[in-house]
Nanobody, 117 residues
Framework: QVQLVESGGGLVQPGGSLRLSCAAS????????MGWYRQAPGKQRELVAS???????HYADSVKGRFTVSGDNAKNTVYLQMNSLKPEDTAVYYC???????????WGQGTQVTVSS
């Protein structure tokens, strides 16, 4: 079992920054892929960024150059640094972890990000 707890969401003005955190209940080295997803009202959940246990990263085109995903193994935490935020980034952001040996993924409860003036 893996518990994931997100934090760091909030209200920010366009052009501002936020850093989301996802604290895992186990060493993130043991989680093959950790991802950040988001879901806006009336839209499907979409992948924003991911990072593998080896450190490889992937970003959605809509956030490339603005968002950065990183991990701190000592704190069992993955971060999503979000800069130059836009109103269209408004959504609930979810942390996800995939463990290949268990053939399943785990989700956090989500954290709201609102970009508005």
């Amino acid at each position: 079992q893996v518990q994931l707890v997100e934090s760091g969401g909030g209200l920010v003005q366009p052009g501002g920054s936020l850093r989301l955190s996802c604290a895992a209940s186990r060493n993130i080295f043991s989680i093959n892929v950790m991802g950040w997803y988001r879901q806006a009202p009336g839209k499907q959940r979409e992948l924003v960024a991911s990072i593998t246990s080896g450190g490889s990263t992937h970003y959605a085109d809509s956030v490339k150059g603005r968002f950065t995903v990183s991990g701190d193994n000592a704190k069992n935490t993955v971060y999503l640094q979000m800069n130059s935020l836009k109103p269209e980034d408004t959504a609930v952001y979810y942390c996800q972890g995939w463990i290949a040996t268990l053939r399943r993924d785990y989700w956090g409860q989500g954290t709201q990000v609102t970009v508005s003036s």
